[in-house]
């Protein structure tokens, strides 16, 4: 009965918390705690800023993905297989990267905000060249890419630590998913911590060119 417990939590945060959702939640986490981080938005007009990134960065590609599922391109939207996990990741990079031209050219976001995204799909990409030879733990990359993005943000530009609890809260979220990706035998412990380097040191760069 706890093994049954633990399994469906253990998917639940897998599947509530996947990797594409993390600018949605790094932009919305922004929102609701220092506005001022996505000007020109503000108050008034950053729901229809969130609902561009809800719909580029997650609705579209997982829209992406079944297709692909559907179209027999990938065979489980487990995305357990090298290949499965590679074109997922193409697919994604590929709208990700439509997002970062849109958001410049199109809707003058700042800086912050389009170095956020550049440094996200470099770690995709990363990602998906070490996915050619070992599984590394994309959840992990994601999840704490996410916690690495806000204290980074906070660092430099939170006079007051507006985002402590999100930080707080997400560096306790992403341990669970860890520990549900390792419950569920998706991922070896080296797997995991692969994830949080790779995300810890994209961030770093992210952080040094923010700060030049």
């Keep these: 009965m706890l093994n049954s417990i633990f399994t469906f939590v253990s998917k639940a945060l897998s599947y509530t918390f ?7 939640l790094i932009f919305g986490t922004l929102a609701m705690f220092d506005v001022g981080l996505l000007t020109p938005y503000n108050e008034e007009n950053i729901v ?4 561009f990134i809800f719909i580029f960065t997650w609705f579209v590609p997982a829209l992406g993905i079944l297709g692909l599922y559907y179209g027999k391109v990938i065979n489980s939207l487990h995305l357990d297989s090298v ?15 439509f997002t970062i031209y849109f958001l410049y050219f199109k809707l003058r976001a700042n800086e912050k905000v389009v170095t956020i ?15 050619f030879f070992w599984k590394i733990s ?12 806000l204290l980074l943000l906070n660092k430099l530009y939170c006079i007051d630590d507006n985002l402590f609890m999100p930080i707080v809260f997400f ?31 994209v961030m770093v760069l992210t952080g040094i060119y923010l700060s030049l």
Excluded: E, N
Excluded at 18 to 24: D, S
Excluded at 48 to 51: G, M, V
Excluded at 138 to 149: D, K, M, R
């Design 171 to 201: 560096t306790f979220l992403s341990g669970c998913l860890m520990s549900a990706r390792l419950y569920l035998q998706k991922h070896t412990i080296g797997q995991i911590a692969a994830g949080v380097g790779l995300s810890s040191f």
């Design 83 to 97: 290949t499965d996990r590679i074109y997922s990741i193409i697919i994604t990079t590929a709208i990700y990267t």
């Design 138 to 149: 994309l959840h992990s990359t994601a999840a704490w890419g996410l916690v690495c993005c």
């Design 117 to 131: 995204m550049v440094s996200i799909v470099v770690t995709q990409l990363i990602a998906g060249i070490i996915t």
């Design 18 to 24: 996947h990797p594409i959702l993390m600018p949605v």
């Design 48 to 51: 229809y800023f969130i609902a």
